[in-house]
């Protein structure tokens, strides 16, 4: 995965750029360290990021910790943890620094302040002290009239007398943008142009009564003083870009930040089953699964991408190199996409295809070590088997979840090896006692232990000499030696495996099935 922006040429990207230049560009990811990243939260990390190296700018890390009772050091390490084994790394942001920090929103909070009064200094905001029992009445009335239901602006021109009586009663206002009276219109560049009516769009808050700021404030003041250029982000956001837009507007007009509104494009739903859009507590929808179970990181990254966007109609299977060449934000598809994860696994299995076998090898360690197969520290000897071993599974895994399963027959010790109650029951059955017998003595009379004499000597004794199907004559011997039904290739697994270790497993399950 590479950081290196692409050699592009950017003729054709007035629209996108609105007269930038391509470095200028800045985007940002904002995620809130709650919990694991989900699928969707990586999606709109990747396309920032993919965008940000397209144009060779930057993308900003920015990190949404506000919510104290839900935000943990932990959980913001984790952030940063899973986003760089995902290789998106970030520009600016924590642990990176830059010139538009602090990059955690809880420690911006005297920004935020002083921003807010200025707006109110200059007009574009106001204390608003409806209660909220009054705001619910007045709602309703509003609904049952079948007018617009949101808040009506009954505070936007308090006399001097109106606010004393209000703070003599005790009342602490919210703090609320007063929205213009105007359509807002922007040209979206996944959807087009979009058109909100000044009607549907009251004036909302933007500080609570206790002083605290909230998401609509400080995502575009951040925005603002980071000077972002492009907000990729998720259609879920949609409704409130035009109260963003306005708040953009009306920072310009009291100097802060660059005096430029962001360009906007919203990303399609991810969808999970029954055409619902996938939650973080659907199955599929959580980072940690895919550590879990042993994905590439560029496998998952190459599937995400492929929800709302494609490097070509006939190419599924790309690099993050190739993604960040082609990528166009104007291709984004607005339709809903959903997530399949069975496509997810196979475009992982790719990935694992096109690696070399010793960095294979190296990724399938960890997951080894978990499952005991393998101690802590392999040894030159246990690593040499490994290694060995690479070719012939590389193209028979999905995950790498699946290596202890496939892989552990050849290093676990002798005394501890078993064979899978379910597998011998459904193989070592009917003629496999003979079958069994009659390769006992065919590996026997094997001097050159190779692939192709075991090979030689199993079909001659075994489908020539038996008369029987590959399926009946192999199966047995593969339960006998690996202990399951699915194993490595038969012949390659024996060599693998040794003489002495093959003969003994074989006779062991002779055993076996005649005490049946």
């Known amino acids: ?12 990207d007035g629209d996108v750029l609105g007269g930038l230049k391509p470095e200028q560009v800045r985007v ?90 200025k707006l109110l200094a200059a007009g574009k905001a106001y204390h608003c002290y409806c209660s909220q029992e009054e705001l619910d009445q007045r709602r309703e009335a509003a609904r049952t009239a079948g007018q617009h239901s949101g808040y009506d602006g009954h505070c936007r021109a308090l006399t001097p007398e109106q606010v004393q009586a209000y703070l003599d009663e005790g009342r602490r206002p919210v703090v ?13 560049l996944v959807r087009g142009e979009i058109t909100f009516l000044p009607e549907n769009l009251g004036d909302y808050v933007l500080v609570r009564a206790n002083g605290y700021p909230l998401y609509p404030l400080v995502n575009p003041v951040d925005d603002a003083l980071m000077e972002i250029t492009h907000v990729l982000r998720g259609e879920d956001l949609l409704p409130s870009t035009p109260r963003q837009i306005a708040l953009y507007e ?27 859009r996938l939650s973080k507590r659907d199955a599929g929808s959580g980072l940690g699964e ?11 990254l190459n599937y995400l991408a492929l ?24 291709k984004v598809n607005s339709n809903s996409a959903r997530f399949d994860p069975k496509k997810c696994e196979a475009i992982n299995a790719s990935h694992m295809r096109l690696l070399e076998p010793a960095d294979w090898a190296g990724r399938a360690v960890p997951f080894l070590v978990k499952a005991g197969v393998l101690p802590v520290e392999p040894s030159a000897e246990q690593l040499a088997l490994l290694n060995a071993a690479v070719p012939f599974v590389q193209e028979r895994m999905n995950t790498f979840s699946e290596a202890p399963d496939m892989l552990g027959f050849l290093f676990v010790d002798e005394s501890a090896f078993s064979i899978d109650p379910d597998a011998a029951a459904k193989v070592l059955t ?9 390769t006992s003595k065919a590996l026997a009379d094997v001097s050159d232990w190779t692939t192709e004499a075991i090979e030689a000597a199993l079909r001659a004794s075994l489908i020539e000499g038996l008369g029987l199907k590959p399926k009946n004559a192999f199966g047995p011997v593969r339960v006998a030696i690996s202990g399951r039904r699915i194993s490595p290739p038969l012949f390659e697994s024996l060599e ?13 399950a002779q055993a076996a099935v005649a005490s049946d």
């Open 1 to 12: 995965m590479t950081d290196k922006p692409a050699a592009a040429s950017f003729d054709d």
């Open 28 to 117: 940002r990811f904002p995620p809130s360290p709650t919990g694991l990243l989900t699928v969707g939260n990586i999606r709109s990390a990747l396309f920032n990021w993919a965008f940000a190296r397209h144009y060779g700018g930057k993308l900003v890390l920015r990190i949404e910790d506000t919510d104290k009772s839900r935000n943990t050091p932990e959980a913001l390490q984790y952030t940063l943890d899973s986003l760089r084994w995902l290789g998106l790394n970030w520009d600016e942001g924590p642990e990176v620094g830059g010139e538009f920090g602090p990059y955690l929103q809880s420690e911006r909070m005297d920004l935020y302040a002083d921003v807010v009064a």
């Open 176 to 188: 609320r943008l007063r929205m213009p009276d105007h359509p807002i219109t922007f040209d979206d």
């Open 250 to 276: 009306a920072l310009a007009e009291i100097g802060v930040g660059a005096g430029r509104t962001p360009r906007f494009g919203h990303l399609p739903f991810v969808m999970g089953e029954g055409n619902k």
């Open 290 to 300: 895919y550590l879990d179970r042993g994905f590439l990181p560029e496998g998952l």
């Open 307 to 330: 929800l709302g966007w494609s490097i070509a109609e006939d190419r599924d299977v790309f690099s993050m190199a190739e993604m960040v060449e082609a990528f166009d934000i104007r």
């Open 430 to 438: 009917g003629d496999a006692g003979a079958v069994l017998e009659a």
């Open 496 to 508: 693998l495996l040794g003489r002495d270790r093959s003969l003994s497993r074989i006779a062991a």
